[in-house]
């Protein structure tokens, strides 16, 4: 890939846009997209817990050692679950079904947290939205690709065709003539500066949601 591989981030641009829609902290839900190993679930570990609730979506595939951010369910719980109407999207990586609870959002917002979770790009708009919520969507850049194939292998998740799909996605950004419409804000997560981009982020998030 292309050294200048990251494309030019216009964070005022993206300000201005989502400040326009008056967006309220009691009625947001936050999604974190990205490439796999970008370090999504780090940061959203990271992220002030008396202010933002990481919520569990529900999986088919079994659970990965020391993964406590989803939950497994059975494939004919979750057919049945949105038949219902009690997800507000599903979506297939990797042959795994995965799916949000519209409980899991409103509750945490009812308890005044923003309820976050993360969700690949191309799913983003897959997302339903009723009334109850709004959406804000986060896109996670590495600070160079080589830093994913790095985080993957050291999680034991490296494989060939997870780590071409982000590099094919972040090339198809890189190259791209306007704003993906699943992106509202972007953010680089730098190797070793956790700190910083989650202090970043919280201090993006504040300015866009209102109290």
């Known amino acids: 890939m292309n050294e200048l591989w990251k494309p030019d981030i216009n964070i005022g641009e993206e300000l201005a846009a989502l400040q326009a829609r008056n967006l309220k902290r009691d009625r947001t839900l936050v999604l974190f997209s990205g490439p796999s190993g970008v370090g999504k679930s780090t940061i959203m570990n990271a992220l002030n817990p008396n202010e933002y609730q990481q919520i569990q979506p529900i999986i088919t595939r079994p659970l990965r050692e020391g993964e406590v951010d989803k939950k497994r369910v059975a494939e004919k719980d979750f057919d049945a679950m949105l038949a219902n109407g009690e997800l507000i999207n599903s979506n297939e990586v990797f042959g795994a079904k995965y799916g949000l609870k519209l409980e899991s959002v409103l509750k ?78 972007s953010i680089v997560n730098q190797e070793g500066q956790l700190f910083q981009t989650v202090e970043f982020m919280e201090d993006m998030l504040n300015l866009v949601l209102a109290h």
């Open 108 to 185: 945490p917002l009812k308890e005044g947290k923003v309820p976050v979770t993360d969700m690949s790009l191309p799913n983003v708009d897959s997302i339903r939205r009723p009334n109850d919520y709004d959406v804000l969507s986060i896109y996670i850049y590495p600070g160079h690709p080589d830093n994913l194939n790095s985080r993957l292998a050291k999680a034991g998740r490296l494989t060939e065709d997870r780590l071409l799909d982000g590099l094919v996605e972040l090339d198809l950004l890189a190259n791209s003539s306007f704003l993906h419409p699943n992106i509202d804000l």
